[in-house]
C-alpha cells in the first residue's frame, strides 16, 4: 500500500570511461539512501542509475584498447559499475545505458520532437573543447597552460590542452528560455541556495544557443533527419532521466514516474539546472521537481580524479570497514550540499567512536542484558518514569526531525536527528545500571521496564537507520525478534518509527554479533 505520492530520483549517469571512485558511491548511496527512506514511507518511488556510454573520449579509449566502442563500454560496465552497486548494497529499481535501444530509439522521438517545434536549426560553430567534460567550455573554465602546455589553453578541470573544433552542427534555441528559467529559479527547483545562486547569475549574465550535434564522429545516436550527423553526448546522456521511464513508449509509466529529482556533483550543475529543463520546457514536458546539487569530495585538497591520482576505489574502503560504515561515513560527516575532505584518520575515528562504541556497543548491551536477565526475552514495561518519557520524546522528535530533513535533501541533518537515540540511550543504560537493578529483586519490574525503554529504543533506531545502514539494521532487527513480531525491516512505515510501544514484550532476543567490529587498517 502506497501512500499515492510519486517520488522519483535519479543519479546522474555515470561515464565509464575508467573505474568508479569514491565520489561516484557517494553520489550513488546518497540517492538509494533517499530513495530507501521514501520507500519506506510508502511512496511510490522509484531509483534510477546508469552510465553514459556515448562521445568522443570514449572512441578514443576503446580505439585505445584495440576493441569496439560497444566491447569496451560492455567490459567496463560489467566489471565496474554492476559491482559497485553490489558493493555497496544499493537497491536500485532500473539501470539504464545510452546505449540500449529503449533509450536511443526515444532520444530521436525528443529530437524529432524539438526539431518540429521550431526550436533546432543549422549552423557554424568554432570553440574550444575539451574531451575529458566532452563539453566546449565557457570561459570561465579555460586557463592558460604551464609547464608543458605552456602557450595552450587548457580545461580549468583537466588541466589538459583544450581542442579548437570548427563544424557544421545543429544548434538547440536556448537563448529563448532565459527568462522562463529565471522564473522556474525563483522556486526551490535547485537546492542548496548557493547552488542556485550560482545557476541564476549565470543565467543573467544571457544564454547563448547550444551546438547539440557532432559530424566529425559516429559513436553517437543519429541526428533522425540528418543521419551524418550525431546528437551531442550530453544532450543524450540528460535524456536517459525520461526514456528510462517510458518517455515515447509507455505513457502509463511515463505519466505515473515523471517529473523527477536529480542528485547531481556541483560541476554538471548547469547542464541539470539550465539546458535540460530549456529542452524539456522545449519539447512541451514538464520539468523535473528539483535539481539538489552536492559538494566534491577532496582528497588532499583537491577534486577527486583517477587523472591527478586522488582517486580511491570504494572497494579499499568496503574491505576494511563495510559497506555500511561506507555508508554513513560519507553521509553523515560531510554536510548534504557542501564540498568534504576525506581521510583515512576521520574514518577510522568515526567509525571507533560513532558505530562501533557509540551504537554497535549499545545495541550488544540491550541485547546481552535481555538475554541475561530475562532468558532472552523483551520484557513488558511497568511504570514509566520521567527518564523513560524522555527516551519517548527523544525518539519521537528525532523520527520527525529527521523525516523533514530527508524532505529538505538534508541526509547528514537527519542522521544528526537520530543518533541523539543512540546519544540518549547510552545516557539512558549508564544512569539506570540495570545490571545494578538485577540484583535486587523488589526492582524487577523496573528494570523490565528500563530493558523494554531500551529495546524499543533500538526498534525505532533499526527502522530510522535503515535506509543508511542496511545490513547492520537488518542484523539487529532479526536480534531483537522484530522480523518474527513485526515482519521485515524494509516494510516498516519509516514515518511511524517514533510511535512508542511498537515491539511486543514476548519477543524473542537472539544473540547479537558485534555489529561493527574492531579493524586493523594500515592507511
Known sequence: ????????????????????????????????????????????????????????????????????????????????????????????????????????????????????????????????????????????????????????????????????LQEKNYFFKLSEFQDRLLELYKSDFIRPETARNEVVSFVKQGLKDLSISRSTFDWGIKVPWDESHVIYVWVDALLNYVTAVGYGSDPEQFARRWPAYHVVGKDILRFHAVIWPAMLMAAGVDVPKGVFAHGWLL??????????????????????????????????????????????????????????????????????????????????????????LHIQKTVADAAAAADAAIERFRIDEAIAAIWTIVDALNLYITENEPWALAKDESQRARLGTVLYTAAEGLRALAVLLSPVMPKSTEKLWVALGADQALGRLVEQRIREAGSWGVLPAGASVNALAPLFPRVEQSQ
Open 299 to 388: 582528497v588532499g585538497g583537491e577534486k577527486m580524479s583517477k587523472s591527478k591520482l586522488t582517486g580511491i576505489a570504494p572497494t579499499e574502503i568496503t574491505s576494511v570497514f563495510g559497506s555500511d560504515a561506507y555508508r554513513y561515513y560519507f553521509l553523515s560527516a560531510i554536510p548534504f550540499g557542501h564540498d568534504g575532505s576525506f581521510s583515512w584518520e576521520d574514518l577510522s575515528a568515526r567509525y571507533q567512536a560513532e558505530l562501533a562504541n557509540g551504537f554497535g556497543n549499545l545495541a550488544s548491551r540491550v541485547t546481552a542484558m535481555i538475554e541475561r536477565y530475562f532468558e532472552g526475552v523483551v520484557p513488558p514495561a511497568d511504570t514509566y518514569e520521567e527518564g523513560d
Open 1 to 164: 500500500m502506497t501512500s499515492g505520492r510519486s517520488f522519483y530520483i535519479t543519479t546522474p549517469i555515470y561515464y565509464p570511461s575508467d573505474v568508479p571512485h569514491i565520489g561516484h558511491g557517494y553520489t550513488t548511496v546518497a540517492v538509494d539512501t533517499l530513495a530507501r527512506w521514501h520507500r519506506q514511507a510508502g511512496d511510490d518511488t522509484w531509483m534510477l542509475t546508469g552510465t553514459d556510454e556515448h562521445g568522443q573520449k570514449m572512441l578514443r579509449a576503446a580505439s585505445a584498447n584495440g576493441v569496439t566502442p560497444q566491447q569496451w563500454v560492455d567490459k567496463l560496465v560489467a566489471e565496474s559499475w554492476f559491482p559497485l552497486l553490489k558493493e555497496l548494497d544499493v537497491a536500485n529499481d532500473d539501470f539504464i545505458r545510452t546505449t540500449q535501444e529503449r533509450h536511443e530509439r526515444n532520444v530521436q522521438v525528443f529530437f524529432q520532437a524539438l526539431y518540429d517545434r521550431g526550436y533546432i536549426y543549422a549552423g557554424e560553430y568554432e570553440a574550444l573543447y575539451c574531451v575529458g567534460c566532452e563539453e566546449f567550455k565557457p570561459e570561465s573554465e579555460i586557463v592558460d597552460g604551464t609547464g608543458p602546455f605552456e602557450g595552450l589553453k587548457v580545461c580549468v578541470i583537466h588541466s589538459k590542452p583544450l581542442e579548437l
